[in-house]
């Protein structure tokens, strides 16, 4: 009975060994997961921005961007058991100033990184309206409504013609009044856009119209881009 009950004895012990050891060669498998998904608290910094993105348990590590760029995207990291890695220590930089900052044409096209942007006029062109960066998507219409004014050619008189400084009067004479005075048989025929061009076209007068008569000193003859015009006053003549 002693030796059945010392063999009974050894088999337990036995099997209780055999049981720890079944248990230490299992703990690699069922260990705690301390760091998230993929084992351990620095599995997060192996990662790139993407996948940082995509796991939970991690967090993207972003430092600003220089002169006015989007932030850039340092390391990955645990968010709860680490920090965000630090931004690198950057020497002073000169930023240029911003495309706003550009208030004419020429200063604005002279940036690479801008872009003049415009708005129409009331010649039928357009004109300068800011400057923007060139990387940034091409801006909403923000032109202002603008009131432009009727055409010259809507003044029917001498007097409307003459109130706009952006128009002149253009003049026929018969030469058939007989009156005395310079000029007298003069009178307004329509109303023509900027100041009168006195002399001739630079590829001479093509058309096949006569000259008109303009009685000097006080009319003088004014012309289109190759023909005649008629007659102005002396004093609506531009630089020519």
């Not at 088999?11 to 703990?27: D, E, I, K, N, P």
């Amino acid at each position: 009975m002693r030796i059945d009950r010392s063999a009974r004895v050894l088999s337990l012990v036995a099997a209780m060994t055999v049981s720890a050891c079944g248990s230490v060669l299992q703990a690699p498998d069922g260990g705690t997961d301390s760091g998230g998904h993929d084992g351990g608290p620095g599995a997060c910094r192996a990662l790139d921005e993407a996948a940082c993105r995509a796991r939970t348990d991690c967090a993207v590590g972003t430092c600003a961007g220089i002169c006015g760029s989007d932030p850039s995207f340092i390391g990955c990291y645990d968010r709860v058991n680490e920090t965000a890695p630090p931004c690198p220590a950057l020497a002073a930089v000169l930023c240029p100033a911003p495309c706003s900052a550009q208030t004419d044409e020429a200063s604005c096209n002279a940036r690479p990184d801008c872009r003049s942007t415009y708005c129409p006029n009331c010649n039928g062109g357009q004109s300068f309206a800011g400057c923007s960066p060139a990387s940034a998507p091409m801006p909403a219409s923000q032109c202002p409504a603008i009131a432009c004014p009727a055409p010259c050619s809507a003044n029917t008189t001498q007097a409307s013609c003459d109130a706009r400084p952006d128009c002149h009067s253009v003049f026929v004479d018969p030469g058939t009044c007989g009156c005395a005075s310079v000029g007298c048989c003069a009178h307004f025929s329509t109303c023509a856009a900027g100041k009168a061009a006195c002399t001739p076209p630079s590829t001479g007068v093509t058309c096949k119209i006569a000259t008109p008569y303009c009685e000097g000193p006080a009319y003088v003859l004014s012309y289109t881009s190759n023909c005649y015009e008629g007659c102005v006053a002396a004093a609506a003549c531009g630089v020519n």
